[in-house]
C-alpha cells in the first residue's frame, strides 16, 4: 500500500516532534494522506473516483463520447452537492456532511486541486474527529459547508473557514527552506499567463498540503495533481513544464473557436514567475479541532 511508503517519514515527524503520545498534528497529517490514497487510488482508467475535467475529457473522447460543456467547471452528483457556479458546490441541506464528501470520492466527480484539498481538509478532521460529531457540527452550523476552487475567494460565510486561517504567505529562508507547519496549505501559482496558454489546462497553480520532512529530510508536499508527494523545487520544475508543453487538443480547439485569443507563440522571457513565492495560504486552526475532537 501506498501508505507504507510514508510511513517511515511518518515515524520521522513523531521524533522530530519529541511526541510521547499520538498527538492531533500527528493524526491529522496522517488523515490527510490517508485521504490523499484513497482519492488516487479510485482514479483509475474507468470513469470513476475525481477527475480533472481535460484528462476525463481525453478518456471519454476516446471512447466517443463528449463531455457535457457545462461539467466543465466541475460536476458532483446533486443529489448531494448543488452546483451553483464554476467549481463551487454547496452541501444540500439534511445531507450528512461526511456521507456527501465520501460519495465524491466513490463515484464519479470532476473536481480540481483547489476542490479537492477542501475536501481532504473536511474528511480528514472527520477522521480525527469522529464522522458523527463532524455531521453533528456541520448541520447544527448556521454557515454552509461549500466546496470552492480558489480556497482564497471561498465564500467567507463557508465553514471551511471555522478550521482555517489565511495567513501571510513566508518566504523560504536562507537553507530554502519555507517556514510553514504540517498541515498548512501552500498554493504554488505557474506563469500569470498561462491560461492564455492552455485555456483548458490543469496547471494554473498546485494547491498542496505541507507534510514535515521526508526520510531525506526535506520538506514536502502532498496534493491531488500527483500521488507522490514533491519538494517544492519539483513542483516549480513540473509547473513550468506544464506551461511550455505543446497544445493539447482541447487546447487546440479552443483556439479554432476563438482565434482571437490564440496565445503568443513563446513566453515573454522576463515576466514574473510566481511559484516561488507562492500566492495564498492557510493554516488549521488546531484549537478549533481540538474542542471539537473534545
Not at 507522490?228 to 505543446?246: C, D, G, H, N, R
Amino acid at each position: 500500500m501506498k501508505i507504507q511508503r510514508y510511513f517511515f517519514a511518518f515515524l520521522v515527524l513523531y521524533a522530530s516532534y519529541g511526541f510521547t503520545e499520538t498527538s492531533l498534528v500527528e493524526k491529522v497529517k496522517y488523515a490527510i494522506i490517508q485521504r490523499f490514497d484513497e482519492i488516487h487510488a479510485k482514479h483509475t482508467e474507468e470513469p470513476k473516483g475525481i477527475w480533472y475535467s481535460n484528462y476525463l475529457a481525453t478518456l471519454l473522447d476516446s471512447r466517443n463520447l463528449p463531455l457535457p460543456q457545462e461539467d466543465w467547471t466541475g460536476y458532483c452528483d446533486n443529489r448531494f452537492f448543488e452546483k451553483i457556479d464554476a467549481w463551487t458546490f454547496k452541501l444540500r441541506p439534511g445531507v450528512p456532511a461526511t456521507q456527501a464528501c465520501q460519495h465524491l470520492i466513490d463515484n464519479l466527480s470532476i473536481l480540481e486541486c483547489g476542490t479537492v484539498t477542501q475536501l481532504v481538509y473536511y474528511l480528514a478532521i472527520s477522521d480525527v474527529v469522529g464522522k458523527e460529531v463532524f455531521d453533528d457540527y456541520v448541520a447544527k452550523s448556521e454557515k454552509p459547508l461549500y466546496i470552492a476552487s480558489y480556497v482564497d475567494r471561498a465564500p467567507k460565510y463557508s465553514l471551511f473557514h471555522d478550521f482555517l486561517q489565511q495567513v501571510q504567505i513566508p518566504s523560504p529562508s536562507k537553507s530554502n527552506e519555507r517556514p510553514v507547519e504540517v498541515g498548512q496549505l501552500v498554493y504554488f501559482r505557474n506563469y500569470l499567463d498561462y491560461l492564455s496558454r492552455h485555456p483548458t489546462g490543469s496547471a494554473q497553480g498546485y494547491n498542496s498540503i505541507y507534510l514535515g520532512y521526508n526520510a531525506q529530510g526535506e520538506q514536502y508536499y502532498i496534493a491531488f495533481w500527483n500521488e507522490k508527494p514533491k519538494k517544492e523545487s519539483e513542483i516549480v520544475t513540473l509547473l513550468q513544464k506544464k506551461y511550455y508543453a505543446s497544445l493539447d487538443r482541447w487546447d487546440t480547439q479552443y483556439f479554432m473557436q476563438y482565434p482571437e485569443r490564440k496565445r503568443e507563440t513563446d513566453a515573454d522571457p522576463h515576466h514574473q514567475f510566481f511559484a516561488d513565492k507562492g500566492i495564498y495560504s492557510y493554516q488549521l486552526k488546531w484549537d478549533a479541532i481540538e474542542k471539537l475532537q473534545n
